[in-house]
Nanobody
Framework: QVQLVESGGGLVQAGTSLTLSCAASGGTFSSSFMGWFRQAPGMERELLAAITWSGGSTYYVDSGKGRFTISRDNAKKMVYLQMNSLKPEDTAVYYC??????????????WGQGTQVTVSS
């Protein structure tokens, strides 16, 4: 059974950086995409970025372009989201997810429990 566990969230000041981590276990991920999503209060969940385990190809949607970088460590089965120049509007619960379908879909197959990121001004 696939298990995804996020960590690294917290309260940070605007302008600083934060790196989120996602530990993946219990599945065969070689053909999957791993994605980072976020959901702010009262907002829909949005995809930020995705990466393939094999090859490490990365994909970004508008919200994730420029300040966010997705990466992975195959040996450790870890996926990361580095976030720079954080803004108060980046405040949200951040989720790691896996899909064996389309990386750009919001309907990923497995989800972590989420980690809260709060950016103070």
């Amino acid at each position: 059974q696939v298990q995804l566990v996020e960590s690294g969230g917290g309260l940070v000041q605007a302008g600083t950086s934060l790196t989120l981590s996602c530990a993946a276990s219990g599945g065969t991920f070689s053909s999957s995409f791993m994605g980072w999503f976020r959901q702010a209060p009262g907002m829909e969940r949005e995809l930020l970025a995705a990466i393939t385990w094999s090859g490490g190809s990365t994909y970004y949607v508008d919200s994730g372009k420029g300040r966010f970088t997705i990466s992975r460590d195959n040996a450790k089965k870890m996926v990361y989201l580095q976030m720079n120049s954080l803004k108060p509007e980046d405040t949200a619960v951040y989720y790691c997810a896996a899909t064996w379908g389309s990386w750009s879909s919001n309907e990923y197959d497995s989800w972590g429990q989420g980690t809260q990121v709060t950016v103070s001004s």
